[in-house]
């Protein structure tokens, strides 16, 4: 996200990320928003006494796992129909395929996978809920998942911001690092199919 993470946490403070946190991991209008580096420049700023580490990790876990659980309770509900749903800036029915090609391959460990892939975060649980996975499978994986994404990357930023000197000097491109490590296996698994390709270059044709 070419915006600046940072003076977006400050606004919006520890209960704007968890908030963020929550949309993204399952909630349709979530696909868009920068949860890989927020959590973990939220991590750093915790490092300079901003923001307790201890309730940004507890408190983003709980939201992520909460926001899964609504995505695959929303996926169970409404079945089949969220294919038919019209294209809109809240929903992209390109995101929508991927992710169901990328559960349909990995099964319940896309929930795991998916947390650290923006946009197939997203709609991965709705996936599962569409799929009619038991809800026993998927709370584990739920947890498992919520677990390593927003742990690993609050307390990276933590530890990095308590470990390196100057450590703002990097915070920048490490966390556009992060997001491009992040959409890369995305942006790969799209220009690997015929059909994306045509797609994206008719898009940029235009």
């Known amino acids: 996200m070419l915006f600046d993470i940072e003076l977006l946490i400050k606004?919006?403070?520890l209960l704007g990320v968890v908030g963020i946190v929550f949309a993204e991991s399952g909630l349709l209008v979530g696909f868009f928003l920068p949860g890989d580096g927020l959590l973990f420049t939220a991590g750093f700023l915790a490092s300079q006494g901003f923001i307790n580490i201890n309730l940004l990790a507890w408190?983003?876990?709980v939201a992520a796992v909460a926001g899964d659980s609504v995505g695959y309770y929303?996926?169970?509900r409404v079945g089949p129909l969220i294919f038919k749903k019209?294209?809109?800036?809240?929903?992209?029915k390109d995101h929508l395929r991927t992710?169901?090609?990328f559960y349909k391959?990995?099964?319940?460990k896309t929930i795991i996978i998916?947390?650290?892939m923006p946009f197939v975060r997203t709609f991965a649980p709705i996936l599962a809920g569409v799929g009619e996975m038991k809800y026993s499978k998927f709370v584990f994986y739920n947890i498992a998942g919520g677990f390593l994404w927003t742990f690993g990357l609050s307390l990276g930023g933590y530890y990095m911001g308590n470990i390196i000197p100057n450590a703002d000097k990097y915070i920048l491109p490490i966390v556009l690092a992060i997001i491009?490590?992040?959409i890369l296996p995305t942006a790969i698994h799209i220009l690997k199919d015929p059909e994306h390709r045509r797609r994206l270059f008719a898009m940029f044709k235009k």
């Open 11 to 13: 606004t919006v403070g």
């Open 59 to 61: 408190l983003s876990f």
């Open 74 to 76: 929303f996926g169970k």
């Open 86 to 92: 019209e294209e809109s800036f809240w929903f992209s």
């Open 99 to 101: 992710s169901n090609e």
């Open 105 to 108: 391959k990995h099964g319940g």
């Open 114 to 116: 998916a947390r650290f």
């Open 180 to 182: 491009v490590v992040s």
